[in-house]
């Protein structure tokens, strides 16, 4: 029995390890692509999209289930509707989900919940995160989606990131005939995407 419980918390630690592995690796995949796409956009040359029909709610569900598993201690609260679909590139789509739900994730309150929203607005689709935080700095907040920002002395969101997030974002919402916009709620920093719906 002693050796059958050792056994497991090797396989227990073996299984994290892995995991952690699994997750350093995508964020640096990640990052190294948020690069390459900041210097497209730097250039000039903008970012290559596909157009395909695309199922909203199942594409966000899967990547809520990916954050929720690789942070444990993240509360994500989901309101989505059954089905909600747009055309669009749907790698790119994710990754302004991923973006915005992770820039949420980063700088809301510890403890309290990212609340991602899904619906539909007149003839377009909204896509919203919300997190419990103070309003972002007003001197910050001209330059949001600018990519390699600096930052006002004494500004502490996103020290020492690279403002890429949220710059990439903006391109693929625009690329789509859409946009982002940033707004407080109190106590809720709340960003909305906007899109066209698709043609029924």
């Known amino acids: 029995q002693r050796l059958e419980a050792r056994e497991r918390r090797v396989v227990g630690v073996g299984t994290r390890l892995g995991q952690r592995i699994k997750s350093s690796t995508g964020r640096m995949a990640r990052l190294i692509g948020q690069v390459l796409d900041a210097s497209?956009?730097?250039?000039?040359?903008?970012?290559?999209?596909?157009?395909?029909?695309?199922?909203?709610?199942?594409?966000?569900e899967d990547l809520l289930d990916e954050a929720e598993t690789?942070?444990?201690?993240?509360?994500?609260?989901?309101?989505?509707?059954?089905?909600?679909?747009?055309?669009?590139?749907?790698d790119r789509m994710a990754q302004l989900f991923t973006n915005l739900v992770s820039n949420a994730?980063?700088?809301?309150?510890?403890?309290?919940?990212v609340i991602v929203q899904?619906?539909?607005?007149?003839?377009?689709?909204?896509?919203e995160v919300c997190n419990n935080?103070?309003?972002i700095d007003a001197a910050l907040v001209p330059h949001l989606f600018?990519?390699?920002?600096?930052?006002?002395?004494?500004?502490?969101?996103?020290?020492?990131?690279?403002?890429?997030?949220?710059?990439?974002?903006?391109?693929?919402?625009?690329?789509?005939g859409g946009s982002i916009e940033y707004t407080y709620a109190e106590p809720y920093v709340v960003f909305s995407a906007r899109f066209p719906l698709a043609k029924r």
Do not use: C, W
Not at 105 to 113: K, S
Not at 120 to 126: H, I, K, Q
């Open 146 to 176: 600018t990519a390699f920002k600096r930052h006002p002395e004494g500004g502490v969101r996103n020290k020492g990131g690279l403002g890429l997030g949220l710059s990439i974002a903006q391109a693929i919402a625009a690329g789509h």
């Open 40 to 60: 497209r956009l730097q250039t000039g040359l903008g970012l290559q999209m596909r157009q395909e029909r695309i199922e909203l709610t199942s594409l966000l």
């Open 70 to 90: 690789a942070y444990p201690g993240v509360r994500l609260v989901r309101e989505l509707p059954r089905s909600l679909v747009v055309h669009g590139d749907p």
């Open 118 to 127: 899904l619906f539909e607005r007149g003839d377009g689709v909204v896509f």
């Open 105 to 113: 994730r980063h700088h809301g309150t510890p403890g309290e919940p």
């Open 133 to 135: 935080a103070p309003p």
